[in-house]
């Protein structure tokens, strides 16, 4: 019993030293030759697991250390994750019921990234190891939904998602109603809120906080248009501002900008503008697959 944990220890330090040797030595490279980088490879998580003897798990939990150095360190500089992925694939596959390094990916790889496909093949291979949690088909339906547009596998998803075990109560009727509004940016706020609830990332978080406040926007030039509209067809002219809208009743108020801007009407293109985000999201998806840092 003694030799046995003397081993693991033994095992222990050497991993972390090689772990440190690593860094360093891609440090060293990285300050000599910056456009190396791509170049660096790590084997893959099948040669990984016959190397480590056995210990698996605790392989998987140093290099998704490693992963979420990489993120913080490239978060903070380039914001280019080009290894993200590979290196979370490994993770899960010497652990593959290690939820966390799925949930993570999944996250940043479809927030941050822009990498949906890389994403969504995360979350496929977290729900074959672990088909009964919720959360991997959630956010394998909400990524259908709004980044894809693919309607059909964003409810095949999210209906698997409302039976499993310790799915949130209103997600049935979520399900029920993604067919009916799936292009209201409501609906994809409400989705955003629960990631927001299930992550405890400060960085993550504070992603999806952006997300928000641009579908918050969305929505209220959504309300804001359709009642300019209304009130050309009662009164024959476009309003001059929407204080305009407010004293012909069709609105209690104008909406608070997100952002600490204001709503205005762009009277050359008859439309209803955001003096902090000018351009408008399309069907709310195609601006966010990737933002500039």
């Known amino acids: 019993m003694r030799e046995g944990r003397s081993f693991l220890f033994i095992l222990i330090i050497l991993l972390l030293i090689c772990v440190y040797v690593l ?23 099948r040669f990984i697991k016959s190397a480590v003897l056995g210990f698996d798990e605790l392989a998987a939990d140093i290099l998704y250390v490693k992963a979420i150095g990489y993120f913080g360190g490239h978060y903070l500089s380039d914001r280019e994750y080009e290894w993200l992925y590979h290196i979370l694939d490994v993770v899960t596959t010497l652990s593959p019921a290690f939820k966390d390094p799925y949930e993570f ?4 790889l479809a927030l941050e990234a822009g990498e949906i496909e890389n994403s969504n093949r995360l979350l496929k291979k977290g729900i074959k190891h672990s088909p009964r949690y919720w959360r991997f088909p959630f956010y394998l339906g909400f990524n259908y939904f709004f980044y894809l ?22 997600l049935p009727s979520l399900t029920s109603r993604l067919y009916a509004e799936a292009r209201n940016p409501e609906y994809a706020i409400e989705f955003l809120i629960e990631i927001y609830k299930g992550t405890e ?7 999806i906080e952006v997300r928000i406040k641009e579908l918050i926007i969305e929505r209220d030039l959504n309300l804001l248009e359709k009642m300019v509209r209304r009130y050309v067809q009662l009164y024959n002219h476009t309003p001059l501002s929407l204080k ?16 600490g801007g204001h709503y205005y009407i762009d009277e050359e293109a008859g439309l209803v503008r955001s003096s902090t985000h000018p351009e408008r999201l399309g069907i709310y998806r195609s601006s966010l697959l990737k933002r500039n840092p």
């Not at 990332?201 to 992603?207: G, Y």
């Open 23 to 45: 860094q360093y030595n891609i440090e060293n490279i990285k300050k000599a030759y910056p456009q190396f980088e791509s170049l660096l490879y790590l084997p893959t998580g």
């Open 105 to 108: 990916g999944a996250i940043i």
């Open 149 to 170: 547009g693919d309607y059909q596998s964003a409810a095949f998803y999210m209906e698997r998602a409302s039976r499993s075990p310790g799915h949130p109560a209103y």
């Open 201 to 207: 990332d400060e960085m993550i978080k504070k992603e």
């Open 244 to 259: 305009e809208l407010v004293k012909s009743n069709l609105i209690k108020y104008i909406p608070k900008e997100p952002f």
